[in-house]
């Protein structure tokens, strides 16, 4: 299904943000995804497991948000989620990863911008403020 644009999977996404600023990722040439490589992102997110749970969809959904923002950075120093927010979904069949992908977006607001890549070898990432993301339209 990965390559086979009739379905769609479901990814959930979030942007990580503290006040005005929001965490920018570059994806290196280590990232297996080949598609992604050199590519700015404005958050994290990715596939989700296969859950028989009786939570509700919501918690499923941020439970799923939560372990991928766990598999690409970490919090330390006190750095804490204070909210997260549900902003819409994305659906760009533009690009080859959006053909057969569509998102639901969630704004993550954490405490301080003491947020750190776990792996290094695969993207790099740095705080940019709201007035300067257009740079990287």
């Not at 769609?8 to 290196?28: D, G, M, P, V, W």
């Not at 750190?116 to 990287?136: G, H, V």
Request: aromatic content about 10%.
């Amino acid at each position: 299904m990965e390559e086979d644009p009739s379905f769609k999977q479901i990814i959930a996404y979030a942007i990580i943000s503290n006040k005005e600023s929001f965490y920018l990722f570059k994806r290196t040439s280590g990232q297996t995804e080949k598609r992604l490589h050199n590519k700015f992102s404005l958050g994290v997110g990715g596939h989700m497991n296969p859950n028989d749970s009786m939570e509700s969809k919501e918690q499923y959904l941020i439970d799923e948000l939560k372990r991928e923002l766990y598999e690409e950075v970490k919090l330390l120093n006190g750095c804490l989620i204070e909210d997260i927010e549900f902003i819409g979904f994305i659906n760009d069949d533009s690009i080859s990863v959006g053909r057969v992908h569509i998102g639901f977006l969630y704004n993550i607001h954490v405490s301080n911008k003491e947020v750190y890549i776990n792996e290094t070898d695969k993207m790099t990432a740095d705080w940019i403020d709201r007035s300067n993301l257009a740079e990287f339209l």
